[in-house]
């Protein structure tokens, strides 16, 4: 269960990327290990997995593959070498991948060479649990959402700061030597208006295979390795928890015996779980006063 366990973060970690398989796009996610491998594809309508140990990966290696005997862990590093460029936009060109829906679920089928022989893969997906689903991708892109809100607040602030900056030098009398470079003051307002009527309608109609571009990849793996931080800091204050009783009884041998009432309550005490507090994003910083400094505009 342990190895299982560290499967399962290492796969929280790994971004989304876009896949295409015929006239399809995809989003998923695969993690290998010489344990096994776990696989995350959704179509943005269902989500779908696979988690297969290195038991069932040598059961079906034999099905597939009846000419092949190698070890297990040759066929996962073989599938990890097949996998990760597709997932990276570039699939071997002696590679073939394609998918088959069914009522239990989704099978992807994966055809290449392996030591100069055919190679066969079926991945057996079948519909995700919805925890799984809520901390890949719900959880996740709420964060996102909320730390990219924060990040275009700290930006306006600064644009503001700067249009201060730009107009203190023209009130001290410095002149722009290529008038090309002049700007207009920052309006928040008319940017938003700006942004829903024009910049919003052209994301939208980048299709779905662009949701999760190589920044926003870079933003969900920062997301994801917060939260793995965040709960193993929870694990441990739990552990810490677990072990107080016992470290108060040591400093204490010979304390005398408390009544069984007063076992049950203060048993029910230690073990009530502490609330973990709500962290709240930090408002931008307040405006400095700009600095004057002369001659950058002449």
Same mark, same amino acid.
């Given at each position: 269960?342990?190895?299982?366990?560290?499967?399962?973060?290492?796969?929280?970690?790994?971004?989304?990327?876009?896949?295409?398989?015929?006239?399809?796009?995809?989003?998923? !996610?695969?993690?290998?290990?010489?344990?096994?491998?776990?696989?995350?594809?959704? =179509?943005? +309508?269902?989500?779908?997995?696979?988690?297969?140990?290195?038991?069932?990966?040598?059961?079906?290696?034999?099905?597939?593959?009846? /000419?092949?005997?190698?070890?297990?862990?040759?066929?996962?590093?073989?599938?990890?070498?097949?996998?990760?460029?597709?997932?990276?936009?570039?699939?071997?060109?002696?590679?073939?991948?394609?998918?088959?829906?069914?009522?239990?679920?989704?099978?992807?089928?994966?055809?290449?060479?392996?030591?100069?022989?055919?190679?066969?893969? =079926?991945?057996?997906?079948?519909?995700?649990?919805?925890?799984?689903?809520?901390?890949?991708?719900?959880?996740?892109?709420?964060?996102?959402?909320?730390?990219?809100?924060?990040?275009?607040?700290?930006?306006?602030?600064?644009?503001?700061?700067?249009?201060?900056?730009?107009?203190?030098?023209?009130?001290?009398?410095?002149?722009?030597?290529?008038?090309?470079? /002049?700007? *207009?003051?920052?309006?928040?307002?008319?940017?938003?208006?700006?942004?829903?009527?024009?910049?919003?309608? /052209?994301?939208?109609?980048?299709?779905?295979?662009?949701?999760?571009? +190589?920044?926003?990849?870079?933003?969900?793996?920062?997301?994801?390795?917060?939260?793995?931080?965040?709960?193993?800091?929870?694990?441990?204050?739990? =552990? =810490?928890?677990?072990?107080?009783?016992?470290?108060?009884?040591?400093?204490?041998?010979?304390?005398?015996?408390?009544?069984?009432?007063? *076992?049950?309550?203060?048993?029910?005490?230690?073990?009530?779980?502490?609330?973990?507090?709500?962290? !709240?994003?930090?408002?931008?910083?307040?405006?400095?006063?700009?600095?004057?400094? !002369?001659?950058?505009?002449?």
């Amino acid at each position: 269960m342990e190895g299982s366990e560290e499967l399962e973060s290492s796969l929280l970690t790994q971004p989304w990327a876009s896949v295409r398989f015929g006239e399809s796009s995809f989003l998923a !996610k695969v993690c290998f290990r010489d344990t096994g491998y776990i696989l995350l594809i959704s =179509d943005l +309508s269902c989500v779908w997995y696979e988690r297969a140990g290195a038991e069932a990966v040598g059961q079906r290696s034999k099905e597939l593959n009846k /000419r092949l005997t190698v070890h297990v862990s040759s066929f996962l590093n073989h599938l990890c070498s097949l996998m990760c460029p597709l997932l990276a936009g570039q699939p071997g060109a002696t590679t073939a991948f394609s998918c088959h829906h069914s009522p239990s679920g989704l099978r992807l089928h994966v055809k290449s060479e392996l030591s100069g022989l055919p190679f066969y893969w =079926d991945f057996h997906c079948c519909p995700a649990p919805l925890d799984m689903v809520c901390r890949h991708l719900v959880r996740p892109l709420i964060q996102m959402n909320l730390a990219l809100q924060c990040q275009v607040q700290e930006l306006i602030s600064l644009l503001l700061q700067k249009d201060a900056e730009i107009e203190d030098y023209r009130e001290s009398g410095a002149t722009l030597s290529r008038d090309r470079l /002049r700007t *207009e003051p920052f309006r928040e307002e008319a940017f938003q208006q700006n942004f829903v009527a024009q910049t919003l309608p /052209r994301i939208c109609s980048a299709g779905e295979g662009q949701v999760f571009a +190589s920044a926003l990849q870079q933003l969900y793996t920062a997301v994801t390795q917060q939260e793995l931080r965040q709960a193993r800091k929870r694990h441990c204050s739990e =552990d =810490d928890v677990d072990r107080a009783p016992t470290a108060e009884t040591m400093k204490h041998p010979h304390s005398p015996a408390a009544s069984q009432e007063d *076992e049950t309550t203060s048993s029910s005490e230690r073990t009530s779980p502490a609330s973990s507090p709500v962290q !709240k994003p930090r408002l931008p910083a307040a405006k400095a006063k700009p600095k004057k400094a !002369k001659g950058l505009f002449s």
